[in-house]
């Protein structure tokens, strides 16, 4: 069972910037599509930031320009780097992870099973 763990949530001010990390348990590891979703209170849990095997990176409108996913494979971590934080950021950010058995995701450029989940990291942004 591969295991996917967040870390790096907190309270920032608006305007500021926080890096969250998932590591994950998978070995061997290999590179798998993997993304970050969030789920504000009353909300529907929504996709962030979505990175294939190959790289490439597809973002939600909503953070286009301030959000940037990354991956180190040699750390089997993936990274949401957040910038100008905004308050409606404000949310449980879930990591998510390849799977062969999971729920098909179409994102912009490519599409991802995703199966495997993390715990959730809470990240606050007063107003």
Request: charged share 15%; proline share 4%.
């Amino acid at each position: 069972q591969v295991q996917l763990v967040e870390s790096g949530g907190g309270s920032v001010q608006a305007g500021g910037s926080l890096r969250l990390s998932c590591t994950t348990s998978a070995r061997p590891y290999a590179p798998h599509c993997m993304a970050w979703f969030r789920q504000a209170p009353g909300k529907e849990r929504e996709v962030v930031a979505s990175i294939s095997t190959d790289g490439t990176a597809n973002y939600a409108d909503a953070v286009e320009d301030r959000f940037i996913i990354s991956r180190d494979n040699a750390k089997n971590t993936l990274y949401l780097q957040m910038n100008s934080l905004k308050p409606e950021d404000t949310a449980i950010y879930y990591c998510a992870s390849e799977s062969e058995v999971g729920t098909w995701y179409v994102f912009t450029s490519f599409g991802c099973r995703l199966g495997y989940w993390g715990q959730g990291t809470q990240v606050t942004v007063p107003f």
